[in-house]
């Protein structure tokens, strides 16, 4: 039995005698980060946090409490206020009951060299970087992390797992130019800090004089940081039980939604994927097909937005359901087959090759959605745009306002490439770690 799980076991015993059906979710996390700015190491910081959440239903009503205490009076004292605040809500006829004891179908990825990863080693990542940019400036960060927990309940489900990630953000900057890069893997070992280093440097030297274009629609290409945004806003608005079953999202199950080039996929545990091998509720996490050659398929569910659509959960719950639904954390966008082996740079070029005029675009960022039915979102671009004449990049472009419907930018026939190779990106690996490849898309619409 792991600490965890252990403590987890104990507010199921404090619990027992009020007759209530219980969840106990213990998780510690363990972040260590090295940051760098002006091209030199300014903060290493370490962090370990040990939350306990307790859920319970009692009398008809639902209550949650949480505690990051794990002395046993802490635990006491976590189960009798959460057991009277139970008592002050309405009932919760809509209870889906808790997860029956089930088995796991995978552990997920875990790397002890990554758990216990030095901040020498972070700086030496660090150190690649800001010397593959050619002398710019550059900042940043270079993080490991790692996950365990355990979720036990009065149903009979026990749970635990572990997860670590490594992850690197880097920026290098010229003359008011930015040029990102960034990567995200389950070791540390797999993140190239000196090809992520190339990568920006060379972005900002191109970024630098951009000029302005008109208003307008665009052929675009959309390197994988671009395409990770449209990716968190499908998994947060569009393939969440909870919006689908409260018809607030466009997916249509069993359409033909998207263009036949387009594989979406939440990875699972199964093989060593990322992310956590069960969910907030004990449900086991399985890899999920969500849409295969453009007909979308399934879409998250937790225990309650599966009894509403009378189906069975996928293992997508997070403490936050109830109120933002489940969601798929590791959506994964099926990258086009390769008859040998491209990086990313090369995989990008291939599709910029096939554009007679159109944009290149590096990130998208700060974004908003204004029709959660279409997903019609606005944002901007960053970090670098560039015109492309005749198969080649050309000119740099000043950032440009954008509205645009993302299932419409996927639509049957407008997905004209994908790239070859993915990339995983850093994200909050609690919600949401994408992974994707670069998109030679049919029309963007900028609008300033």
């Known amino acids: 039995m792991t600490a965890e799980l252990d403590i987890a076991q104990q507010v199921l015993a404090f619990v027992e005698p009020s007759g209530a059906e219980a969840e106990v979710s213990v998780e510690r996390y363990e972040i260590a980060l090295t940051r760098f700015a002006n091209s030199f190491i300014h903060q290493n910081l370490a962090d370990t946090t040990v939350s306990v959440r307790l859920r319970l239903h009692l009398n008809g009503r639902t209550a949650t409490g949480s505690t990051t205490l794990t002395s046993a009076e802490a635990l006491q004292a976590l189960v009798e206020r959460t057991i009277a605040a139970s008592q002050l809500l309405p009932p919760d006829p809509t209870w889906p009951g808790l997860a029956p004891p089930a088995p796991l179908t995978g552990t997920g990825c875990y790397d002890e060299a990554t758990a216990a990863a030095s901040p020498h080693e972070r700086a030496e990542q660090v150190a690649a970087f800001t010397a593959a940019t050619g002398g710019l400036e550059s900042a940043g960060y270079c993080q490991t992390a790692q996950w365990t927990g355990a979720l036990a309940n009065s149903a009979g489900q026990a749970v635990t797992g572990r997860a670590t990630e490594a992850a690197m953000d880097g920026i290098a900057r010229l003359g008011g130019a930015d040029g990102v890069a960034r990567g995200s893997a ?8 000196a090809a992520l280093g190339a990568r920006a440097g060379g972005k900002a030297r191109a970024a630098m004089d951009p000029v302005e274009l008109p208003a307008g629609r665009y052929e675009v290409v959309l390197e994988p940081t671009a395409v990770a945004d449209v990716l968190h806003n499908l998994a947060f608005f569009g393939f969440n039980g909870k919006a689908v079953t ?10 033909q939604q ?19 091998p069960f969910d907030a509720e004990g449900t086991p996490k399985r890899r999920l097909v969500l849409v295969d050659a453009g ?23 997070l403490p936050a359901s109830p109120a933002w639904g489940p969601i798929p954390g590791s959506l994964s966008l099926a990258p086009a087959p390769a008859a040998t082996p491209v990086d990313l740079d090369a995989s990008v070029a291939a599709l910029v090759a096939g554009v007679e005029r159109g944009l290149l675009v590096t990130d998208l960022w700060y974004t908003r959605v204004l029709d959660p039915k279409t997903l019609v979102v606005t944002g901007l671009t960053r970090n670098g745009v560039w015109l492309i004449e005749q198969g080649k990049v050309s000119t740099p472009v000043r950032n440009l306002r954008f509205t645009q419907s993302y299932p419409q930018a996927l639509g049957p026939g407008a997905v004209l490439g994908v790239g070859t190779l993915a990339a995983t990106l850093p ?13 030679h898309l049919a029309s963007w619409n900028f609008t300033g």
């Open 186 to 193: 389950g070791r540390l070992s797999e993140i190239d800090g």
């Open 427 to 439: 994200g909050n690996w609690a919600i949401s770690r994408p992974s994707a490849p670069a998109l």
């Open 295 to 317: 007909v979308t398929r399934a879409v998250a569910h937790d225990r309650r937005t599966a009894a509403k659509a009378k189906t069975q959960s996928t293992g997508h719950a």
């Open 246 to 255: 409260e018809r607030r999202s466009f997916v249509a199950l069993g359409k």
């Open 258 to 276: 998207f263009d036949s080039a387009i594989t979406l996929v939440d990875e699972g545990p199964e093989e060593g994927g990322p992310g956590r």
